[in-house]
């Protein structure tokens, strides 16, 4: 997924001025993604779960329209983001609005 406006600011300004680092740690995510055994959705989805836990709201965009891409529902999006209640608590839903609209931008 290449959609750059999906991409938050704080991303983005991480690559231009910290592109060592961001090499560094996107070949890490890369090895990372070669090594369990989750197909793109499954991984997609649980990646938005902990987004949703940790309150993530800025990579919400992207990793909700990469999940999408790699054939999620709408309600499997909306159930990502809720599956961390009950350990993370109620903080979960300040994502999902973000969640929502980003699953439904064409």
Do not use: C
């Not at 959705?41 to 709201?57: D, F, N, P, Q």
């Not at 999940?67 to 999902?96: C, F, N, W, Y």
Request: hydrophobic residues 50%.
């Amino acid at each position: 997924m290449e959609n750059k406006t999906s991409i938050s600011n704080a991303f983005m300004t991480f690559m231009k001025e910290a592109p060592d680092h961001a090499a560094a740690w996107g070949e890490m995510v890369q090895k990372m993604g070669k090594s369990h055994a989750l197909d793109a959705k499954t991984t997609a989805l649980v990646y938005v779960g902990v987004l949703a836990a940790l309150r993530i709201e800025s990579g919400i965009p992207f990793h909700v329209k990469s999940a999408k891409a790699a054939g999620a529902t709408r309600d499997e999006v909306i159930s990502a983001v809720m599956v961390g209640m009950p350990a993370a608590g109620h903080v979960v839903t300040q994502v999902l609005p973000a969640a929502v609209a980003s699953y439904d931008e064409e």
